[in-house]
């Protein structure tokens, strides 16, 4: 689950890392008293969506992409009369930024945070490495550029340490990442306190990511961050009732939201082959084996081990609510799931939807497919079934064309 970065800077607060003061606002007259209630002088204003890029993004009339309203999406903001004026131009227009692509983001809150003297910027953040199963905490002294371009372009400039599960960030470690930075003296210890923090909020918060970018030394020697970017593991979030509280629905994709409401597991991509099949694994392949064929994914769906017909009827319904959508392959292994079921669902579905509107192609194997297939058959819808699963790649991608 992803957040906005003043919910980020709440949940760091608690902890004791250091941010800026900020208040958030959801109108031009609260964004003026927010500003008021800082004190005045000179502040940030900054959009708030789930997309970074924010800063170099642009502002679109919702009703005409083509009308830019304002360049950037945080201005720096020197009196009252600044600060109207750039949240007239933020609330309720488009923001389009590398991350949110063509579509981007209707901006309905903003961030108003007291300035600070900006002496240097680094990188920050902790994320999961699967290759060695530990949490990574990296740093790099190109501060304010998107780590994914240092990696690319610098990738000597990012320094990690891995941290064992069972002992968690040690000080040691945090003060080799201080040194790193090339911080010293009285900067190198407040730079290790923020790290152990910084740590501590991301692992009992069972966070999946925690990014400060930019994590900024000012010119009084303080060290704060100045951006926040945290994403919580799903899985976890039933631990967490406080953090739930911070979803904001309006930044999730409708089919999405409608998935999680029947456990499904949903993903929109921007392909025109709608894909249905059960476990995360299966899914991936056979996401991989269409672009293989030349075809491009619409969504991940996995309708769950246990698929009923149930699950395969809502899925089904989900997928259609793309109007991308050309194709449909459903790929199903029997294995706890009996086959029989996901073709009875397959059949309510596309009998409540009064019938095939694109082409749907089925490959099922395992637990009674045999059965399956005489379902499928009987039901004089106009299937195409594949005999195995690179066969139903070919003829899924043949059918989009």
């Not at 003026?32 to 800063?55: E, F, N």
């Not at 000080?171 to 080799?176: I, R, W």
């Not at 999405?256 to 929109?268: D, G, H, M, P, T």
């Amino acid at each position: 689950m992803k957040i906005h970065e003043y919910q980020g800077k709440q949940v760091l607060r608690k902890y004791g890392v250091p941010v800026p003061e900020g208040r958030v606002a959801f109108s031009d007259d609260e964004a003026v008293q927010a500003y008021k209630g800082l004190g005045g002088g000179v502040c940030a204003v900054k959009s708030q969506i789930h997309a970074g890029g924010r800063g170099k993004g642009n502002l679109y009339n919702p009703d005409d992409t083509t009308q830019l309203i304002m360049e950037g999406g945080v201005k720096i903001a020197r009196d009252e009369t600044e600060v109207r004026e750039f949240t007239r131009n933020i609330f309720g227009n488009l923001l389009i930024t590398h991350q949110t692509g063509e579509q981007g983001r209707r901006v309905r809150r903003i961030l108003i945070e007291k300035g600070c003297n900006i002496d240097r910027e680094f990188y920050a953040g902790i994320v999961l490495d699967r290759e060695c199963a530990m949490d990574v905490f990296m740093v790099s002294t190109e501060g304010g550029v998107e780590i994914e371009k240092v990696a690319a372009e610098t990738p000597e400039k990012i320094v990690k340490v891995r941290i064992d599960p069972g002992t968690g960030l040690r000080p040691f470690q945090a003060s080799q990442l201080a040194f790193a930075l090339g911080l010293a003296g009285q900067q190198q210890k407040s730079a290790v306190k923020f790290f152990l923090k910084l740590y501590q909020a991301y692992r009992d918060t069972d966070a999946s990511l925690a990014e400060i970018n930019p994590l900024v030394i000012t010119k009084e020697g303080d060290v704060i961050a100045l951006d926040a970017k945290i994403n919580f593991d799903d899985n976890a979030l039933f631990r967490h009732a406080d953090i739930m509280e911070y979803r904001d629905l309006e930044e999730e994709e409708p089919a999405e939201i409608e998935a999680s409401k029947y456990n499904l597991n949903y993903i929109k991509l921007d392909g025109n082959v709608g894909c249905m099949v059960n476990g995360a694994g299966l899914a991936m392949a056979t996401m991989d084996l269409i672009k293989l064929a030349g075809g491009e994914p619409a969504n991940f769906l996995d309708v769950g081990g246990a698929a009923s017909a149930e699950t395969v009827r809502n899925g089904f319904r989900i997928i259609l609510t793309d109007p991308n959508v050309k194709a449909i392959l459903i790929n199903i292994f029997g294995g706890i799931v009996r086959c029989d079921r996901v073709a009875e669902g397959v059949v309510e579905a596309v009998e409540a939807l009064g019938g095939l509107k694109v082409p749907v192609i089925i490959r099922l194997a395992g637990t009674n497919h045999k059965e399956a297939g005489e379902i499928l058959k009987a039901s004089g819808l106009n299937f195409l079934v594949a005999s195995d699963f690179q066969d139903a790649a070919k003829k899924v991608t043949v059918a989009v064309q």
